[in-house]
């Protein structure tokens, strides 16, 4: 029945290749979007086609943007002597959400994971080492994972041979979550708790 | 943060218009999308823009279909003595896969429900009176929710008059379900078992 609509069986297979969407959950997204006014369906195709045309990595932080460098790295009311350092543009974001945090960031865009065979030259680590100019203090925010601890380990060494002061967000974020779904409270003290590594 | 970004906070809230995605997990879709390639993000943004255009009701049964009339109308293979009468196209979907029905379809496009001010006249049922020549069994397959039984018994008083067999889908189907998730062997066993009303 479904094989003669195939702009139905289309769009069900392209959303079932979204994360937690089954071909159930699509079908039932499609059903929805078939009883929705045209201009709906149109919108949310527009903001799709638009997205990766428009969001793109800075170039110093790289976090996601619209201009490159972003509006983060470009604030002048920023401490250029703090930076933050996170896996995912998730966890930068958790983190302004917070509003405990006023210095700059950097997103590695992951974490040391030997088994799955990451090693620091997948990671944004070189042009994190090559932005270190004027910092005092490099606060380490990877998540409170086996690889974020293993990554957080890993760079404070690295950053310590250069003389700087290494922090890791404080304890309080509960073992192996991430980052991202941690609430705004909780990321808030965690950055006030900070340690030394 | 989000707001120097406005395409991604347009994407999550689009998305967020869709039944069961909320804010958190329409972000977790967006940044599954910004890490895939680019054609994919499109693909789905095509296949969005293109449903709405192709997909249209048939004008016999009112199902859903790419041409007019659609394919299961113009099937010289189907009984044209039996017509089903369904709630919605998901449910004459479920019965196709089951199959056990090789008449024709009719499709109501909802059920009554006078608490919600949906009467006889929202439903596509002048529609179903007028295409009932040469038909000699109605099957009813409204959901067994309060309302589809309802419809039922409404349907069946109407199509009586005119001396038609009226037969309900054999219960066996939970009460209260939707017929669109129900697995085909117990639809099929429905669809045999169905009784006089």
């Known amino acids: 029945m479904l094989d003669s609509i195939p702009s139905f069986a289309r769009l069900v297979a392209e959303l079932s290749k979204l994360p937690g969407i089954g071909k159930k959950t699509a079908a039932r997204l499609v059903f929805h979007i078939l009883r929705r006014p045209q201009a709906e369906a149109e919108a949310l195709a527009a903001a799709l086609a638009e997205i990766k045309r428009k969001v ?11 201009q490159d460098p972003c509006p983060l790295c470009l604030d002048p009311a920023r401490d ?9 543009p998730q966890d930068l974001i958790a983190i302004e959400r917070s509003r405990s945090f006023r210095g700059r960031y950097h997103v590695l865009h992951g974490a040391l994971s030997p088994l799955d065979g990451i090693g620091p030259e997948d990671l944004r680590l070189a ?19 086996v690889e974020g601890e293993a990554t957080a380990l890993y760079l404070a060494d690295q950053l310590k041979k250069q003389g700087l002061r290494v922090t890791r967000l404080a304890y309080g974020i509960p073992m192996g979550s991430d980052l991202e779904f941690v609430d705004e409270a909780t990321v808030n003290r965690a950055v006030e708790g900070r340690r030394e590594l």
Chains 1, 2 share one sequence.
């Open 56 to 66: 793109r990595f800075c170039s110093r932080c790289f976090s996601l943007t619209e």
């Open 80 to 88: 250029d002597r703090l930076m933050c350092v996170v896996e995912q």
């Open 127 to 145: 042009e994190l080492l090559a932005r270190l100019e004027g910092v005092v203090e490099v606060v380490i925010a990877t998540n409170f994972s």
